[in-house]
């Protein structure tokens, strides 16, 4: 059985930091891309990070370019989301999703298609 399992969230001052982590399991991360969403009350959901297994790419949207960083440690089948200098407007649901890059081109699963697996969710909340 596939899962992704989030943790790591938790409340923040706002300037603070928080690394989340997205432990899989069933499946192995070499033909997968591993994304990173969150969705505020009240917003559409958006992507904050993708990491393509495949060839090593990684996407952030301008608005997290610099604050937040995607790495992972394969040996643990976990991938984790550094954010650095959090603001109250990063707060959400923060999700995981994976989404094999055979079949979709891993840009499309930074979208959010052709995401095969979600997680159920860690909720981050900055302060001011």
């Known amino acids: 059985e596939v899962q992704l399992v989030e943790s790591g969230g938790g409340s923040v001052q706002a300037g603070g930091s928080l690394t989340l982590s997205c432990a899989a399991s069933?499946?192995?991360?070499?033909?997968?891309?591993i994304a990173w969403f969150r969705q505020a009350p009240g917003k559409e959901r958006e992507g904050v990070s993708c990491?393509?297994?495949?060839?090593?790419?990684?996407y952030y949207p301008d608005s997290m370019k610099g604050r937040f960083t995607i790495f992972s440690d394969n040996a643990k089948n976990t991938v984790y989301l550094q954010m650095n200098s959090l603001e109250p407007e990063d707060t959400a649901v923060y999700y995981c999703?994976?989404?094999?890059?055979?079949?979709?081109?891993?840009?499309?699963?930074?979208?959010?298609?052709?995401?095969?697996?979600w997680g159920k969710g860690t909720l981050v909340t900055v302060s001011s």
């Open positions: 999703a994976a989404g094999s890059t055979k079949r979709n081109n891993w840009l499309f699963i930074a979208a959010g298609s052709g995401v095969d697996y």
């Open positions: 069933g499946f192995t991360f070499d033909d997968y891309a």
């Open positions: 990491l393509s297994f495949s060839d090593g790419n990684k």
